[in-house]
DNA sequence: GTCGCTGCAAAGTCTTTGCAGAGAG
DNA sequence: CTCTCTGCAAAGACTTTGCAGCGAC
């Protein structure tokens, strides 16, 4: 159903965030504790754009006895988007969301009636926006796109509203 | 130094605005006060990507007689935005930025230096985002797109830094 | 052992809401 | 006149911070 998730890749990839986050870490005399291990690990399976909020409550459930701090939660979200693993996204709604910043580079499709996102990438339009922050004078640092619809599904149930 | 920008035809363009704007108010039984006035003529003149905040503090700065609240910002802000005659973006940044909806489609470039925005459109990429749009079998009903980068001021005094 | 990390609760931001008087239609 | 608006202040939502004990190294 999505041509880019690859299953037999993902224990690889989710290893190497783990160890580049410990390196990270250590390169700035910081501590791997359990708290941040499970923040990364929940949102790297969720396979989600999580608040921290969402992410809270899925880290009370997944871990409950870890008792887990919101304030930890956004203490670690903050520190790895200094660190550019992650990504922070803030899309009209209050709140910020968040994903995991090693994936590829992406945009994201919203839909505006049940919230679900989808990523996806073209290669034509990335390269007409590196042209024209040049002509521009800019020099890209990075850039997001969001286009805003409504999903197949809903178009379908679109009835009953 | 700005193609985009026609000054002769500001006062019409702002005429049609406002009167849009009584037509929207008198459509739904609601009053049409200095206060709201006042908000979309700053929005209007101020050619800017205001915060709330902002465009209060301007609002006092220019009619400081008429005492202005914050909340009256907000929710003309919001009636705005729900009318659609009003955009809010945000930009990773805490807060939203309103700019006039009533302008043609724009895309935005941001400096990570000194957070100016310019305002951009390229007929190509818009294409491109509606055929993506249709592949991914949503209906798109609008898009917005940022890139970040370093302004060719910023990058003249980047020695500075 | 040391020094950073965590949970808790308190403090900050930004935004929204309730209310009584002011003002548009 | 009526019914919506407004400013004010209080309440909310989300995020950050201070602190004392806990835990990684």
Same mark, same amino acid.
């Given at each position: 159903?999505?041509? %880019?998730?690859?299953?037999?890749?993902?224990?690889?990839? %989710?290893?190497?965030?783990?160890?580049?986050?410990?390196?990270?870490?250590?390169?700035?005399?910081?501590?791997?504790?359990?708290?941040?291990?499970?923040?990364?690990?929940?949102?790297?399976?969720?396979?989600?754009?999580?608040?921290?909020?969402?992410?809270?409550?899925?880290?009370?459930?997944?871990?409950?006895?870890?008792?887990?701090?919101?304030?930890?939660? %956004?203490?670690?979200?903050?520190?790895?988007?200094?660190?550019?693993?992650?990504?922070?996204?803030?899309?009209?709604?209050?709140?910020?969301? %968040?994903?995991?910043?090693?994936?590829?580079?992406?945009?994201?499709?919203? *839909?505006?009636? *049940?919230?679900?996102?989808?990523?996806?990438?073209?290669?034509?339009?990335?390269?007409?926006?590196?042209?024209?922050?040049?002509?521009?004078?800019?020099?890209?640092?990075?850039?997001?796109?969001?286009?805003?619809?409504? *999903?197949?599904? *809903?178009?379908?149930?679109?009835?009953?509203?």
């Amino acid at each position: 159903m999505n041509a %880019y998730t690859d299953f037999t890749e993902r224990t690889v990839e %989710y290893n190497k965030l783990l160890s580049d986050f410990k390196q990270l870490l250590k390169d700035n005399g910081l501590k791997f504790t359990i708290q941040r291990e499970v923040i990364l690990e929940m949102l790297y399976s969720s396979d989600e754009h999580l608040t921290p909020e969402a992410l809270h409550h899925l880290i009370q459930e997944k871990h409950p006895t870890l008792n887990t701090g919101i304030a930890t939660v %956004y203490r670690t979200l903050s520190l790895l988007e200094e660190s550019e693993m992650v990504t922070s996204l803030s899309f009209g709604a209050q709140g910020k969301k %968040y994903e995991l910043g090693a994936k590829d580079h992406h945009d994201h499709i919203i *839909c505006t009636e *049940c919230g679900t996102i989808t990523e996806f990438v073209d290669e034509q339009i990335e390269q007409r926006q590196k042209k024209i922050t040049e002509d521009l004078g800019f020099i890209m640092q990075e850039h997001s796109m969001q286009i805003y619809g409504i *999903c197949e599904t *809903c178009q379908h149930s679109q009835t009953t509203k």
